[in-house]
């Protein structure tokens, strides 16, 4: 089970950090994601992260978002910086999988002044 957590309203330029608790399976044996969907659009990856907390990120949020792990608690971050209105999304925390159907429920991020 995922369930993610922190989304918000904010401004242009503003910060935010998405969590995400994550149960019932080996949390810090795999490959974590962050995706999101924006509206009218198709779900989008954003952000990897391995075990060995190798990171990985969509060209787009480079520089601007960071994910982040913590195995011991089963946590994944996503702090979201310099917000743009193009970020306003809901967006998931993910297992990987074809069309991500292990997702949580998602958070809506909202940016807008």
């Known amino acids: 089970q995922l369930m993610e957590s922190g989304g918000g309203l904010v401004q242009p330029g503003g910060s935010l950090k998405l969590s995400c608790h994550a149960s019932?399976?080996?949390?810090?044996?795999?490959?974590m994601n962050w995706i999101r969907q924006r509206p009218g659009k198709e779900l989008e990856w954003v952000a990897g992260?391995?075990?060995?907390?190798?990171?990985w990120y969509t060209g787009s949020v480079q520089g601007r978002y960071f994910i982040s792990r913590d195995n011991a608690k089963s946590m994944l971050y996503l702090e979201l910086e310099n917000l743009e209105v193009s970020d306003t999304a809901i967006y998931y925390c993910?297992?990987?999988?074809?069309?991500?159907?292990?997702r949580g429920q998602g958070t809506q991020v909202t940016v807008s002044s």
């Open positions: 992260i391995g075990p060995n907390e190798r990171v």
């Open positions: 993910a297992l990987p999988g074809v069309g991500w159907p292990n």
């Open positions: 019932g399976f080996a949390f810090s044996a795999i490959n």
